[in-house]
């Protein structure tokens, strides 16, 4: 049986060398490894404790935890806005954290990747998601580390699924998240 990731993109641009990050790890899926990328994070409203409350939780957020707690493995695949994740992204995780120690991240592997046009490819931003998605309780696999930089040059004429290279980096990293996630 295929373990099933989900992965969040925190790009709400169709086009974003992100998602096309994110599209990758669907096409170069290893045999075993069922990947799934999320659509509706733009229909999340901004976390609020006040409307995170049984029976009243924004539908968009009670299918977001829906589908977390329905994977093996979580991937998140992270442009960077300003040295940081993308906000849509952070809501996410913010949604995910709650109900504090219970929630649907809680212990579920948990991998960061991502493409920027700089240099370092958005680790920074990375970094940051990593941070937060550990302090809201999954298990991140800090091994796992795919950086693109360049990202509007590297992939102006070529979708990352067609970069050897790429595909390579993602079935490889896809792998590893099958070994963690049948141990889990």
């Known amino acids: 049986m295929a373990i099933k990731v989900l992965t969040l993109v925190g790009s709400l641009r169709n086009g974003s060398t992100n998602r096309q990050l994110a599209e990758a790890t669907v096409e170069s899926a290893p045999e075993g490894v069922e990947v ?50 993308p906000a849509v992204l952070k809501n996410a995780i913010d949604w995910l954290s709650r109900p504090f120690g219970a929630s649907a991240a809680t212990g579920l592997p948990t991998a960061v990747i991502g493409t920027a046009f ?55 990293m896809l792998s590893d998240i099958r070994r963690i996630a049948e141990a889990n």
């Open 118 to 172: 700089g240099q370092y490819g958005g680790v920074w931003a990375q970094d940051e998601a990593r941070k937060a998605l550990g302090i809201a309780g999954a298990k991140v696999i800090e091994d796992i580390k795919i950086a693109i930089p360049n990202s509007v040059v590297r992939f102006a004429d070529t979708h990352p699924k067609d970069d050897a290279e790429v595909a390579e980096q993602v079935s490889g």
């Open 36 to 85: 799934s990328v999320y659509s509706g994070l733009e229909n999340l409203p901004f976390y609020n404790e006040d409307k995170d409350v049984e029976g009243q939780v924004p539908a968009a957020a009670a299918a977001l935890r829906a589908a977390v707690a329905e994977a093996d493995a979580l991937l998140v695949v992270s442009p960077e806005y300003n040295g940081t994740m």
